[in-house]
T-cell receptor, first 111, second 114 residues
Framework: RKEVEQDPGPFNVPEGATVAFNCTYSNSASQSFFWYRQDCRKEPKLLMSVYSSGNEDGRFTAQLNRASQYISLLIRDSKLSDSATYLCVVYYTTGFQKLVFGTGTRLLVSP | NAGVMQNPRHLVRRRGQEARLRCSPM?????VYWYRQLPEEGLKFMVYLQKENIIDESGMPKERFSAEFPKEGPSILRIQQVVRGDSAAYFC????????????FGNGTRLTVT
């Protein structure tokens, strides 16, 4: 089983739609969680951290469910500029500190 | 210099040659990570280094690949005797302390092996 699993998509949605991505992780010792965004052929950039209580940043809401070991990202009112690949990232320390990236979910927002 | 600097941006090598990829972390960051991204695939962890130390190289192929982060100068990822399968984007990231601080990525080096 992969350490971090994501639905690769692509998710094709019209502008203004709400879209949600899920991510599951296998290591229960995982401590911190993040969503990164990667545009085509560019470097990943931090979108937001994910806290146990859930957190919101504008149109983006992240949730963490430790019991079920999954993380979600909700994007409301999708914009064309949201088209990108969204990477779920899990940090844990089992011997070494490690950030593990999921393979990403691709989002395509169309006019 | 505000960010992680990688060079070259693009590197073309023939099969059998050596590739050297350089990464200068953000100012004040002493922890460097290398990731590889094959076309249409996700980021794969390769190696985690601190100054003069390899902390975790569990993602590095056992042969032909090596990495260093000397006391002075950039971190170097070295690939000897490159093969076509090494063609990928190689990203370097840095963090100040190796904890769960968010990583700052460089623009990457795109290696093409002909």
């Amino acid at each position: 089983r992969k350490e971090v699993e994501q639905d690769p998509g692509p998710f094709n949605v019209p502008e203004g739609a709400t879209v949600a991505f899920n991510c599951t992780y296998s290591n229960s010792a995982s401590q911190s969680f993040f969503w990164y965004r990667q545009d085509c052929r560019k470097e990943p950039k931090l979108l937001m951290s994910v806290y146990s209580s859930g957190n919101e940043d504008g149109r983006f809401t992240a949730q963490l469910n430790r019991a079920s070991q999954y993380i979600s990202l909700l994007i409301r009112d999708s914009k064309l500029s949201d088209s990108a690949t969204y990477l779920c990232v899990v940090y844990y320390t089992t011997g070494f500190q490690k950030l593990v990236f999921g393979t990403g979910t691709r989002l395509l927002v169309s006019p | 210099n505000a960010g992680v600097m990688q060079n070259p941006r693009h590197l073309v090598r023939r099969r059998g040659q050596e590739a050297r990829l350089r990464c200068s972390p953000m100012k004040g960051h002493s922890h460097v990570y290398w990731y590889r991204q094959l076309p249409e695939e996700g980021l794969k962890f390769m190696v985690y280094l601190q100054k003069e130390n390899i902390i975790d190289e569990s993602g590095m192929p056992k042969e032909r690949f090596s990495a260093e982060f000397p006391k002075e100068g950039p971190s170097i990822l070295r690939i000897q005797q490159v093969v076509r399968g090494d063609s990928a984007a190689y990203f370097c990231a840095s963090s100040p302390d190796g904890t769960d601080s968010p990583l700052h990525f460089g623009n990457g080096t795109r290696l093409t092996v002909t």
